[in-house]
């Protein structure tokens, strides 16, 4: 089955660095990325979503980038603010089937 | 707006105790999940159900049954609870080949 695994698990930066998460996925048929976002105590809630016919997608200061070759994509975040600070989780999915999430990586942004 | 509700957010049961976890969406979605969260793991999947009656085994079934009777309620039981499955639970719906959108998750505490 896939496998996805996710680094780093924490992340500190300063408010308006840039923040970069990475994943990788073991199984190069699989065409589905989404990226959850899960606040404190919270549900996780989509982000971003990208499939395998795209190498890129923004929507304002967050992007994802897919590289099908290397089997790895990231999520990018501009200009950090103290509310971007969650867990955030990537998934892979192959077809129709069930998607296959990273262990988390705790992002904390500092003022 | 896509709702996906679950029946409790807090629960406390006694070890070998019989435990249901509810869980309904409005979506009318086909699919429905059952996933445990635990610190340092990310989501695990138990079970899934891709319609009414239909369950599928996920990567940690052990210990626990489905049931689904009706397309937008999907129960978690655990038969005999033991205090390795306190965790948080957290349901989700979507449609095939879609995202999944997430309940606002159960803590379970089995004592």
């Known amino acids: 089955g896939e496998n996805v695994e996710q680094h780093p698990s924490t992340l500190s930066v300063q408010e308006g660095d840039s923040a970069v998460i990475k994943c990788t996925y073991s199984d190069s048929a699989s065409n589905y990325f989404p990226w959850y976002k899960q606040e404190l105590g919270k549900r996780p809630q989509l982000i971003i979503d990208i499939r395998s016919n795209v190498g890129e997608k923004k929507d304002q200061r967050i992007a994802v980038t897919l590289n099908k070759t290397a089997k790895h994509f990231s999520l990018h975040i501009t200009e950090t603010q103290p509310e971007d600070s969650a867990v955030y989780f990537c998934a892979a999915r192959l077809g129709y089937s069930t998607l296959t999430f990273g262990k988390g990586t705790m992002l904390l942004v500092s003022p | 707006d896509v709702k996906v509700t679950q029946s409790s957010r807090y629960l406390v049961k006694r070890t070998g105790e019989k435990v249901f976890l509810e869980c309904v969406q409005d979506?009318?979605?086909?699919?429905m999940f059952w996933y445990r969260q635990d610190p340092g793991l990310g989501l695990r999947l138990i079970y899934f159900?891709?319609?009414?009656?239909?369950?599928e085994k996920g990567d940690i079934p052990e210990g626990y049954s489905v049931s689904r009777e009706k397309k937008e309620r999907f129960s978690l039981i655990l038969e005999s609870a033991s205090t390795n499955q306190t965790s948080m639970y957290l349901c989700?719906?979507?449609?095939?080949?879609?995202?999944?959108?997430f309940g606002p998750g159960t803590r379970l505490l089995v004592l």
């Open positions: 159900s891709y319609d009414v009656k239909m369950k």
């Open positions: 989700a719906g979507g449609r095939a080949g879609e995202t999944q959108y």
């Open positions: 979506m009318d979605h086909e699919n």
